[in-house]
C-alpha cells in the first residue's frame, strides 16, 4: 500500500525559508511523477509544483516560481519543496501527492492517486 508523509511545516516569519519533504513507501517496480499541492482556509486546492519521474521536467504554480523549488531523491522515494521569500499568502497546508504508474508530471489535482496528510506552513507578516 502506498504512503506518502510529509514533514518540514511550522512557523515562519515572511521573508524566510522552509524545506518540505514527502517520504513515499510503497512504491515498488513502478515509476511515478509527484507533485505539491496546498489549500488554504476557505480556498480550494491549488497546484504548486510537481516533477516527473526521473527530474528531467518540473513544473510550477506562477505565484511561486522563483522562490520554490522542487527535487527528488529517488534512492530514497522522497520529493522535496525548498520554500524561500515566503509570504503570508503562502500560509497553507501543503500535501504531497503522487500518480500511479506514471512518469510525467501533471498539475491537475484529480490526475494524482496519493495524497499524504498534509504539514502546515504558516507564514507571518
Known amino acids: 500500500q502506498v504512503r506518502l508523509v510529509e514533514s518540514g511545516g511550522g512557523l515562519v516569519q515572511a521573508g524566510g525559508s522552509l524545506r518540505l519533504s514527502c517520504a513515499a513507501t510503497?512504491?515498488?517496480?513502478?515509476?511515478?511523477?509527484m507533485g505539491w499541492f496546498r489549500q488554504a482556509p476557505g480556498k480550494e486546492r491549488e497546484f504548486v509544483a510537481a516533477i516527473s519521474w526521473r527530474g528531467g521536467s518540473i513544473s510550477y504554480a506562477d505565484s511561486v516560481k522563483g522562490r520554490f523549488t522542487i527535487s527528488r531523491d529517488n534512492a530514497e522515494n522522497t520529493v522535496y519543496l525548498q520554500m524561500n521569500s515566503l509570504k503570508p499568502e503562502d500560509t497553507a497546508v501543503y500535501y504531497c501527492s503522487s500518480r500511479k504508474n506514471s512518469a510525467i508530471l501533471t498539475r491537475i489535482a484529480h490526475e494524482y492517486t496519493y495524497w499524504g496528510q498534509g504539514t502546515q506552513v504558516t507564514v507571518s507578516s
Open positions: 510503497g512504491h515498488t517496480f513502478s515509476p511515478f511523477a
